[in-house]
C-alpha cells in the first residue's frame, strides 16, 4: 500500500496564512481529502476533491494539488484552527491517511 | 441531521472476536458507501474497511485483511465489522465513518464519535 507523509507540526500567527502538505505517489492519480481533528473530537472533513468544501467550513480552508503533493492553505488563520489535520487519498487497496500535522496557533 | 453511533467495543483478549455496530439515522442508509477507520491512543487516523451502498464490493487495509469482515443491513440501517483473531495492534476508537457517494470516493464526510476497542490479556 502506498504511504502519504505530513511534517508532524506547522505553526502560524493568528490571522497569516499556513499551507499544510502532504506528498505521496497516490497523489498523482487522485485528489486528497483533508480533515480536521480536535482534542476528544471525531474528525471532520473540511476539503475533498479538487478544491470543495463542505457545508458550514469556512472559506479561509481551501486545497490544491501538484504533482505528487496535496497542500491545504488556510488564509487567516483563526484560535479554533488549532488542530491535527490529515490528508487522505485513495490507493491500491482503498485508502490511505497522511500521519497528520499537528496546527499550533499562536 | 446525520447520526452514526457506533457500539460493541470493549475489553477482548488476543486471538478472541469481537463484533462492533454502526447504527445510521438522518439521511438515507441505502444510497452510500460506509467505511470503518481507526485510531489507535494517541496515534493517527487509518482507514480499517470499507462496503458499497449495495455490498457489492469490499475493501480492507492491508493490516487487517483476512482476519476483519465489514457488511451492512440496509433494512435496519446499520453497518458491521467483524473482527477476528485480533491482536494487541488493534487496540483502538474505532469510528464510523460515513462516503459522499454509493460507490467509494473515500470522502467521510460524517463520522460517529467511536467505539473503543482494547486488546489486552
Known amino acids: 500500500s502506498s504511504e502519504l507523509t505530513q511534517d508532524p507540526a506547522v505553526s502560524v500567527a493568528l490571522g497569516q496564512t499556513v499551507r499544510i502538505t502532504c506528498q505521496g505517489d497516490s497523489l498523482r492519480s487522485y485528489y486528497a481529502s483533508w480533515y480536521q481533528q480536535k482534542p476528544g473530537q471525531a474528525p471532520v472533513l473540511v476539503i475533498y476533491g479538487k478544491n470543495n468544501r463542505p457545508s458550514g467550513i469556512p472559506d479561509r480552508f481551501s486545497g490544491s494539488s501538484s504533482g505528487n503533493t496535496a497542500s491545504l492553505t488556510i488564509t487567516g488563520a483563526q484560535a479554533e484552527d488549532e488542530a491535527d489535520y490529515y490528508c487522505?487519498?485513495?490507493?491500491?487497496?482503498?485508502?490511505?491517511f497522511g500521519g497528520g500535522t499537528k496546527l499550533t496557533v499562536l | 441531521e446525520v447520526q452514526l453511533v457506533e457500539s460493541g467495543g470493549g475489553l477482548v483478549q488476543p486471538g478472541r472476536s469481537l463484533r462492533l455496530s454502526c447504527a445510521a439515522s438522518?439521511?438515507?442508509?441505502?444510497?452510500?458507501?460506509m467505511h470503518w477507520v481507526r485510531q489507535a491512543p494517541g496515534k493517527g487516523l487509518e482507514w480499517v474497511s470499507g462496503i458499497s451502498w449495495n455490498s457489492g464490493s469490499t475493501g480492507y487495509a492491508d493490516s487487517v485483511k483476512g482476519r476483519f469482515t465489514i457488511s451492512r443491513d440496509n433494512a435496519k440501517n446499520s453497518l458491521y465489522l467483524q473482527m477476528n483473531s485480533l491482536r494487541a495492534e488493534d487496540t483502538a476508537l474505532y469510528y464510523c465513518?460515513?462516503?459522499?457517494?454509493?460507490?467509494?470516493?473515500?470522502?467521510?464526510?460524517?463520522w460517529g464519535q467511536g467505539t473503543l476497542v482494547t486488546v489486552s490479556s
Open positions: 465513518a460515513k462516503d459522499n457517494m454509493g460507490v467509494p470516493t473515500y470522502y467521510f464526510d460524517y
Open positions: 487522505n487519498s485513495r490507493d491500491s487497496s482503498g485508502s490511505v
Open positions: 438522518g439521511f438515507t442508509f441505502d444510497d452510500y458507501a
